[in-house]
C-alpha cells in the first residue's frame, strides 16, 4: 500500500511560479511510474506530467510543456512539480499519481494506469 500526499499549492499571480511535492508513505516508489494530473472545476481529470521510474522518460501535456518540470527523488520517495510562467487556465486541483503495476510507465498519459492517488492540492492563478 502506498499513501501519497501533495503540498505546495497555493494561490499566485499569472507568471508566477509553484513547486508542487509529493511524498509517499508506505511502500516505496522508486520502480512505481509516477504523475501529476489536475482538475478545474466541470471539467474532467486530465494529464499534466509523468516520470518514469528512472527518471529518464518525462512526458508532458502540451499545454504545459516548456513551462513545467517533473522530477522525483527516490531516496525522499517524493516527486515534484515545478510550475513557471503560469496561466489563469492552469488552475484547479492537482494530484499526484503512482502506477505501481507490473506495466508501470507504458501507458503514462491514462489516469485508469494509475492505481494510487493523493487527495490533491488546489493551485489558483490569478490574473
Known amino acids: 500500500q502506498v499513501q501519497l500526499v501533495e503540498s505546495g499549492g497555493g494561490l499566485v499571480q499569472a507568471g508566477g511560479s509553484l513547486r508542487l511535492s509529493c511524498t509517499a508513505s508506505g511502500d516505496t516508489i522508486s520502480h512505481a511510474a509516477m504523475g501529476w494530473f489536475r482538475q478545474a472545476p466541470g471539467k474532467e481529470r486530465e494529464f499534466v506530467a509523468a516520470?518514469?521510474?528512472?527518471?529518464?522518460?518525462?512526458p508532458y501535456a502540451d499545454s504545459v510543456k516548456g513551462r513545467f518540470t517533473i522530477s522525483r527523488d527516490n531516496a525522499k520517495n517524493t516527486q515534484y512539480l515545478q510550475m513557471n510562467s503560469l496561466k489563469p487556465e492552469d488552475t484547479g486541483v492537482y494530484y499526484c499519481?503512482?502506477?505501481?503495476?507490473?506495466?508501470?510507465?507504458?501507458?503514462?498519459?491514462?489516469?485508469?494506469?494509475?492505481?494510487?492517488w493523493g487527495q490533491g492540492t488546489q493551485v489558483t492563478v490569478s490574473s
Open positions: 499519481a503512482a502506477d505501481t503495476s507490473i506495466s508501470a510507465g507504458l501507458h503514462p498519459t491514462n489516469r485508469y494506469q494509475y492505481n494510487y
Open positions: 516520470i518514469s521510474w528512472s527518471g529518464r522518460s518525462t
